[in-house]
């Protein structure tokens, strides 16, 4: 165990009885096998075969008990069938899962248990356990505080600092709450005083709020004890101030009475920089369990109420136990549902744990440490190794210094489904990430969108069915609201990504590049405004620095001949398809890629992270001189594309005047299909305007009678113009979806006019 780890505190509950004398690894055979997973190097796989299922579920030991009513993951064992039991430990972790194979009609099963952990035997020297078994009813608070006190020790700045946010933009927040005089005092203007932060969900219930006319009952000490004020107070932020005082913190920041509600300049200025705030926390605590803001933080003994916490140990032979982490009890991957929380499916909460660098997570009756080097659990002594902490998708843009798309669509996907009260307060939510993403894609960023990929980005794409945001009707709303732009993701709610661009990096999803541009586009404050401000969507004069050896290049960036049969690539489709249509000589190399392997097919301008680069003023209106084309669908040429995943709504066929199929529109509900009638309607076909982005090639322009193994068979990729899909209201254009249509036909189709096209 090395300094980097909090000392070892508690060491759970007593066992009981038992002989300790007893050689636990050859009491029963099937026991054995499992211990041996526990026992060998956490730094390598460890797989182990451990023999058919009737085999194992014979005998008196205790094992059998457990493997004949486990609950399993993805699928149960069919009564009567064979099959064969494996152990699996993963590199980096202690956990093992107990999996079974066997055969089905339609294909061969995997189904494993959940992971678990050996519980830890004090008394045994060198027992490779982890397991703790809790209290039920109280946490060890000096468990808690030797996570804090070890962090500050060894992980220093590291863990009190966010890559792209430097020191200089810590702030005061106005007000916090001075939790031993219990009331609200003002902050400093400049960083001087550590504050705890907290991220809950309201939840819509009644509760004390600040306003302009509680401010000065609320600053005199004691107005938050058990008095008139005091007791308006919702249990989660009573519970926080609680725990605040246990841990020997002193100040907390709440919104909910650290912003006057009221007062619309200082709640416009804190919510722009929320960001700011909880980064600058010395810790957030966590209500991760919530449902809304009368959650509980219980478990501190002599400060909240007792908990209840489930732990099942399963007895093996020679008294040893295994058990699941209380983590391990719900799924945690970030695209699932967590039925039990509201606090995970909500925007405002999302930014706030996003960008504080040190948690404390109270869920499940636990509690849990995260800060930017570790993970600790209160149910598993500390591992040097298994419990480095692994970085979301959603958080690996602060370690980016490279801008790309793809990157960018990691945080869009996992952002855009969360729930809003009001729908409209989606790019609100959004500013700390935007302003912060700000300082990685030159040129900065305009309603989600780098202006460095502009035109590329105005295609992004629906994962599953989207809806349009509108503008709520809140009353009293302190906020100016309105309608988002329709063509900004964000304008939209639900999952959704950005193309992948087969002409920047090597793909992973379909086959599409982007070759150049068709159009210069401009920021402008209304349809009116003659003021128009370039959008420098400059990734083309990049690009066409591959297309010469000997140009000079970015700094950071160099050039590397590029070989094809050396870097795993195969001549299929499969593999080919992640390619460049024209494979380059060259890629190129950043010196930030921290893997040899990782490459671009050209340099990115890369901003300097040190410099504070003043935000772009956002536009709701973008501007735009192109080419249109009038081109028909209808509703029985129609195509889902099929995803173990994600739940894409369909994709319709564009047409000529004469049928013809000339390319495809990606819409972005199932209930759009109405608007072009249905597969009865025969000879039903409607008329849609489209507005060319760019030039480039894709594979989702095919006949949509072939299957899906033969589209692959043989790659075919289609010179196009990706376009819009748009329909006009008094004189603005909205978009309603996105597609492309083939090179050629677009060339044939399109108006001979320009079209002054102003997307709002």
């Not at 055979?29 to 060998?40: P, Q, T």
């Not at 919104?255 to 810790?283: K, T, Y």
């Amino acid at each position: 165990m090395t300094s980097a780890l909090p000392e070892l505190v508690n060491q759970g509950a007593p066992l009981g009885p038992e002989d300790a004398s007893q050689d636990r690894f050859e009491s029963c055979e099937v026991c054995a096998r499992i211990l041996s997973g526990f026992a060998a190097p956490v730094d390598e796989d460890y797989k182990l075969p451990m023999g058919k299922v009737a085999t194992l579920l014979q005998g008196p030991c205790p094992h059998v008990k457990y493997l004949k009513n486990v609950e399993r993951i993805h699928d149960t064992i069919p009564q009567g069938k064979e099959g064969n039991f494996g152990l699996r430990r993963w590199a980096g972790q202690t956990d093992i899962v107990l999996g079974v194979d066997y055969e089905r009609e339609n294909g061969g099963f995997w189904t494993t248990t959940r992971p678990m952990n050996l519980i830890f035997r004090k008394e045994v020297l060198n027992h490779p356990g982890r397991a703790l078994v809790l209290n039920p009813n109280w946490i060890d608070a000096e468990v808690v505080r030797g996570w804090i006190s070890a962090c500050n020790e060894t992980h220093g700045m590291q863990c009190r600092s966010l890559p792209l946010l430097g020191d200089e933009e810590r702030i005061q927040p106005m007000y916090l709450i001075d939790t031993k005089q219990n009331c609200v005092v003002r902050g400093g203007e400049t960083m001087t005083t550590d504050y705890v932060a907290l991220s809950y969900i309201w939840g819509g219930i009644s509760a004390l709020k600040n306003e302009s006319s509680l401010l000065q009952r609320l600053r005199v000490p004691g107005s938050l004890n058990e008095t008139e004020l005091g007791l308006q107070i919702s249990r989660t932020v009573r519970d926080a101030m609680a725990v605040v005082r246990c841990l020997g913190e002193r100040y907390l920041w709440v919104d909910a009475l650290c912003i006057v509600q009221d007062d619309a300049e200082q709640l416009e200025s804190e919510l722009n920089m929320m960001h700011q705030i909880f980064a600058g926390a010395s810790f957030t605590i966590i209500a991760a369990g919530a449902t809304n803001a009368n959650y509980e933080l219980r478990g501190f003994r002599g400060f909240t109420a007792p908990r209840s916490v489930r732990q099942e140990p399963v007895q093996l032979a020679a008294s040893e136990r295994i058990m699941q982490s209380i983590a391990e009890y719900e799924s945690t991957n970030a695209l699932e549902p967590k039925p039990a929380s509201n606090y995970y499916t909500r925007a405002w909460t999302f930014q706030e744990h996003l960008f504080s660098t040190r948690r404390l997570i109270f869920e499940k009756e636990s509690v849990r440490w995260e800060c930017q080097c570790y993970e600790w659990h209160e149910d598993l002594l500390p591992h040097e190794i298994a419990d480095q902490r692994w970085i979301d998708f959603s958080e690996r843009w602060f370690h980016c210094a490279v801008p790309t798309l793809d990157e960018l669509s990691n945080i869009v996907m996992e952002y855009n489904p969360k729930n809003l009260t009001y729908s409209d307060d989606a790019f609100r939510a959004f500013l700390g990430i935007q302003s912060t993403l700000h300082r990685i894609f030159p040129g900065g960023m305009i309603y989600g969108h780098p202006e460095l990929f502009f035109d590329i980005s105005l295609t992004w794409h629906p994962l599953d069915a989207i809806r349009r945001r509108r503008a709520s009707l809140r009353t009293g709303s302190r906020i100016a609201s309105g309608n988002l732009p329709s063509w900004s993701w964000i304008g939209w709610d639900g999952r959704l990504a950005f193309p992948w661009d087969n002409e920047l990096r090597v793909s992973s999803s379909e086959a599409a590049g982007y070759t150049m541009p068709v159009a210069e586009w401009y920021a402008i404050e209304s349809p009116s405004s003659t003021d128009r401000r370039r959008i420098s969507s400059v990734w083309y004069e990049y690009k066409l620095l591959a297309c010469d050896a000997n140009s000079p290049l970015p700094p950071g960036w160099r050039r590397e001949e590029y070989h094809v049969e050396t870097k795993c690539h195969v001549d299929g489709a499969h593999h080919r398809r992640h390619l460049p249509r024209d494979i380059p000589k060259y890629c190129y190399k950043h010196s930030s890629f921290s893997n040899d392997g990782e490459s671009t097919w050209y340099p990115i301008p890369v901003s300097d992270h040190e410099v504070k680069y003043p935000l772009r003023k956002q536009t709701a209106f973008v501007f735009s001189r192109t080419t249109r084309a009038y081109l028909y669908a209808s509703g029985k040429e129609t195509y889902v594309f099929e995803d173990s995943f994600w739940r894409c709504p369909p994709q319709i066929q564009l047409m000529d005047w004469r049928e013809n199929r000339v390319g495809y529109l990606q819409l972005n509900h199932k209930t759009d299909l109405a608007y072009f009638g249905s597969e009865l309607d025969q000879g039903c076909k409607k008329q849609v305007e489209l507005a060319a982005t760019c030039k480039g090639y894709t594979e989702r322009i095919f006949d949509y009678r072939l299957t899906k193994e033969e589209r692959y068979e043989k790659l075919h990729l289609e010179d196009c113009y990706f376009v819009l899909w748009i329909e006009w209201k008094n004189g603005v254009a909205f978009r309603k979806a996105a597609g492309a249509v083939t090179a050629e036909a677009w060339q044939r189709e399109k108006q001979q006019d320009l079209v002054d096209l102003i997307l709002g």
